[in-house]
């Protein structure tokens, strides 16, 4: 263990008295993280707020004559220039297309008649057509406020002109007050977010600062002849084997702390109300314990499947272009954890390693994950990273690929 | 004591190093049947033509390479089947074995004295006596990337010494190194004989070999061509110096493996 204790301080001392090293690795991913996530929230929100705020530009044709006192009663905003019967519309569609005009609402004619002579099922009745760009926020939005605001409250007064009582129509009503139906459990509620958010973040988080760190500290070392005078030392090849992995698992655990950390904060900006989502999360002491085991299983692993590919490699340019694959692995793994969330999975799927990560810390969050599968996933886990470490061992132990002899 | 017992080591090629070499052979032997002992209180030089197989020698006897028939005794240690203890009683210096460049000299010798199990005392002691010897100390403490070439050789070499080892290889000691420095590492290496130590060195000048080893082994294309004092080859070939020596033994081999 003398070996392993020192290889780890050595490793540790090289990183933290790098400054660049330091900066490039921890405190540069985090604050880039951090502004990209916070300046995609502002432009969102600002875009959100200027759709809200823009008056639409709305050309209305053969509007009933009581239509614009309807506009005025629930105050809807926007430039409306009515038209009459024969005037064409063939500029303003053509307007709506290059996104100048929002809105042509086209009554048909004698529309308030047609509804008058109504006596009886079969008589006709008239319709009101909306045109609008999907493509155009401001139209796209202008269409929506205008039928829910304008279109249905007309109706109503209609409805309720023709009928005398509107209740007669109503029957029944279907939740008054929605929110106060609402049976939830916060904890869970929150971490739904996080669930589908977290293990995918986890595990890329953990690939990348695995990737970054152990091509330079294996491969690295092997190209610049740094390795050999270590495999020269009274010290079992498993033992430099360890201290490498441990090391680079000490600073992978750091570096996604940190990136996953600015993720949090960076998306809270983004998203605005998911930062109560978050707070709301709560853990018991067992499932933080199931989480850090996890996590430190799950660091071990990528840190070693970077190790072989790094030892086997004979430069860096070699070892980045075999881990990609690896990365792209991952990133399925998790992914497909992300459009997965909630249904129950057999216990055979907690055997899979990488996706079973995923899955389990997506289950914990939402604490659903039972001990019999926590044990799976952490066993198939243990089992795969110790068989990368023994075949890392092996391949420490190989002239050839130590010494390209 | 190193007791080398008919060494054969040969590598395997890959498709890529056969085109390369345009050989349809698989299989390059490097060193063929070598036996050799070198004794303490003596610099034993092997003395031979690049690619001639002294580096493979030397890595097989410093248990980085095992041998592919024959075997290695160091010190009474087979280099296989116990290479943990050859490893503690060696140091060994060569030129594409280096120390990291993002440490100071000083960093690195404790790193490594601790890896040979020495306490902070005894790197302590260690580093004085080295690094004053070597003139170490006025960048022990600067990172070794900024240091210039020759005193990057004398920390490697420093480091290589921390656990003040009883057999020493080295591969080309004085390579790239200026004359000062080049006699600074000259000098203690006699003096490690002197203290009774088993030194082995591989080199390709003969004024080195002439002045600097008791024994001389000349190796030629992975065989040992002969061997001897620089007294007795030069009688065995019939020739004044080392050089024509060597010549004379090159051609004959030559004609051999033609």
Known sequence: MRGVKNIVKKELTRVFTDRKLVINLFILPGVLIMVMYSIMGNLISKMEKDIQTHVPTIYIQNAPEDFSRVIDAVGFEGKITYLKADESTDGIKDGILKGDIDLLVVFDEGFRETINNYKQAGDPIPEVRTFYNPAEDYSNAAKGNFTADVLYAYQQVLLAERLGNIEQLQVFYIDRDPEAGVIVDKNKAGGKFLAMLLPFLINIMLFQGAMGLGLDSITGEKERGTLASMLLSPIKRSEIVFGKLVSLGILTSISSVIYTVSVVIGIQRLAGGTAEAMAGVKFTPVQILQLFVMIIVLVYLYVAMVAIVAVYARNQKEAGTYVTPMYILVML??????FSSGS??????????????SIAIQNLLVGELT?????????????????????????????RIMFNA | ?????????????????MMEKKTKKNMV?????????????????????????????LRCVASLLKPTGGDIKVNG?????????????????????????????RYMFGFFGR???????????????????????????????????????????????????????????????DIITARNVTDYLKLLRDEGKTVIISTHIMTEAEKLCDRI??????????????????????????????????????????
Do not use: C, W
């Open chain 2, 1 to 17: 004591m190193i007791q080398i017992n008919e060494l054969t080591k040969v590598y395997k090629l890959t498709k890529k190093q």
């Open chain 1, 371 to 399: 001990m019999v599968e926590f044990g799976v996933t952490v066993g198939s886990l243990a089992v795969v990273a110790l068989l990368i470490t023994t075949l890392i061992t092996k391949a420490f132990n190989s002239e």
């Open chain 2, 77 to 105: 240690f087979d280099t296989v089947k116990d290479s943990q203890n050859v490893r503690k009683v060696i140091g060994f210096l060569t030129n594409e074995i280096k120390l990291d460049p993002q440490f100071s000299p």
């Open chain 2, 115 to 177: 890896l040979h199990g020495l306490d902070e005392d005894a790197i302590e002691e260690r580093r004085e006596k080295l690094f004053d010897y070597f003139g170490i100390k006025d960048f022990q403490d600067k990172k070794i990337e900024e240091l210039s070439s020759g005193m990057k050789q004398k920390a490697s070499l420093a480091v290589s010494l921390v656990h003040d080892p009883d057999v020493i290889i080295f591969d080309e000691p004085t390579n790239g190194l």
């Open chain 1, 344 to 357: 129950e999975k057999a216990l055979k799927y907690y055997a899979i390693p990488i996706y079973n990560g």
């Open chain 2, 217 to 258: 082994g000349i190796i030629i294309s992975g065989v040992l061509a002969m061997e001897g004092t620089l007294a007795e080859i030069l009688e065995r070939t019939s020739t004044k110096e080392l050089e024509d020596a060597f010549f004379e033994l090159y051609k004959m081999h030559s004609r051999e493996e033609d």
């Open chain 2, 29 to 57: 032997k490097a060193v063929d049947n070598l036996s050799l002992t070198a004794k303490p209180g003596e610099i034993y030089g092997l003395l031979g033509p690049n690619g001639a197989g002294k580096t493979t020698v």
């Open chain 1, 333 to 338: 793994g998790s992914i497909l954890t992300m």
